[in-house]
């Protein structure tokens, strides 16, 4: 198994990882399958990147959700995270229903309206934003960014959003159940040039025995808050990443007859997490620390460590400050290779569990820039401890 580790194994991954072709995450969460807790990890809405968010209903039956906006920006942009200077995490909660089989959509910076007597969208007619009073007078242009059936009133996030999204399936009166029928993505697209780059939610699927109140228990057995045991699939222990070491090139651009002088391109890695457990209803999000195993393609190992509270992103081997960057342990010159392999988990003493996707920036000499979104994979059956989702109790149809 550790030959795995070698120049063939991670080449070979991680060009099926940026093909999409690469093995699915482990049982523990899935990214393929419908289920009853979608996480969108990496949600941005800065006015330079937006985010588009799809989910669909893959059941034959109406199935509602209960959605929650974290905000993780930090108090203060301009500066380094810190003690004083915390993320925000404020939160923005909303509930869409679909009907069967249905799938809808929507711009995280200008979020849904639910209005009935919006006209279809024709072919060739461009994307609109809510707020063109053409659209919002019923003029004759459609908002096609807001084309088919609304899933009910979907609010805009605020301005300078970086952050999370989390759906959780409930029933007409908000209750949590295990219906296993969301299935959702997310595309990031750069404003200024239209670059897009995608990923898939992160699924946690729900068991039967789910006692539907505000406490949902993620994997584990049974304890005091979870008295009938794991109500959905755990959060993984360790996530795997297969990415270039910073600064390495990228190998298609070097290849092509305009790179006359090498190196021409770069690639640079960012990870976004988020920690599986989260209360909705106290706000106070728990510190967690990460740790780094890391691998290049000699089987060399090297180790990493970082901290982050209720929203995490990083880029890996980065010294900007205010890019929370991860030890320069990941840049190509450090490592002495152009393949890094890394195994990531929560440190013992902070949640067990985290959620994460992984972004590569490509960048050549000419000032072409391309990302590449894509979701990390997990060991096969390297399941963490139990993890807690709390809700306000008044958002999961019960009274005080």
């Given amino acids: 198994m550790r ?3 070698g120049l063939v194994g991670l080449m070979g991954l991680a060009a099926l990882v940026g093909l999409g072709l690469a093995r699915p995450a482990a049982a523990v969460v899935t990214t393929e399958q419908s289920a009853s807790i979608l996480v969108f990890p990496k949600v941005i809405a800065d006015g330079t990147r937006d985010t588009i968010i799809q989910i669909t209903n893959t059941s034959n039956n109406f199935r509602y959700a209960h959605c929650f906006y974290v905000n993780g920006a930090l108090t203060n942009p301009s500066l380094p995270v810190s003690a004083l200077n915390p993320p925000l995490w404020t939160e923005i909660d909303f509930d869409i229903w679909l009907t069967k089989q249905q799938p809808t959509h929507w711009v995280v910076s200008t979020g849904r309206l639910d209005n009935p007597t919006e006209k279809n969208c024709r072919n060739n007619t461009p994307c609109v934003t809510m707020g063109d009073p053409t659209v919002m007078s019923g003029g004759s242009q459609a ?48 404003i200024a040039t239209g670059d897009v780059s995608k990923y898939n939610a992160i699924g946690l699927k729900g068991f039967d025995n789910n006692d539907r109140n505000a406490v949902l228990c993620l994997g584990g057995g049974s304890s005091d808050a979870c008295p009938s045991g794991a109500e959905y699939e755990g959060c993984p222990a360790t996530w795997i990443l297969d990415h270039p070491a910073t600064g390495a090139p990228d190998r298609v651009v070097e290849q092509q007859p305009f790179c006359t002088s090498h190196p021409c391109s770069s690639v640079t890695t960012n990870i976004t997490v988020v920690p599986c457990t989260e209360n909705f209803e106290t706000q106070k999000p728990p510190p967690v620390t990460l740790q780094f195993k890391v691998y290049n393609e000699f089987e060399q190992f090297f180790s990493a460590s970082t901290s982050f509270t209720c929203w995490g992103s990083f880029d890996l081997g980065s010294s900007d400050p205010l890019a929370n960057g991860i030890n320069p342990v990941f840049n190509a010159a450090n490592l002495g290779g152009e393949i890094v392999q890394s195994f990531v988990r929560a440190a013992q003493g902070t949640p067990v569990g985290v959620m994460m996707v992984i972004e590569e920036t490509h960048r050549d000499d000419f000032g072409n820039v391309a990302r590449n979104a894509q979701n990390a994979v997990t060991s096969f059956q390297d399941i963490a401890g139990q993890d807690l989702i709390t809700l306000p109790i008044e958002q999961a149809g019960q009274s005080q």
């Fill in 3 to 5: 030959r795995q580790r």
């Fill in 143 to 190: 908002d096609c960014c807001d084309a088919g059936l609304d899933p009910g009133h979907v609010p805009p996030v605020v301005p300078g959003f970086t952050g999370e999204l989390k759906c959780i399936e409930v029933d007409e009166g908000g209750v949590p159940v295990p219906g296993n029928a969301l299935k959702g993505e997310a595309t990031l697209e750069e």
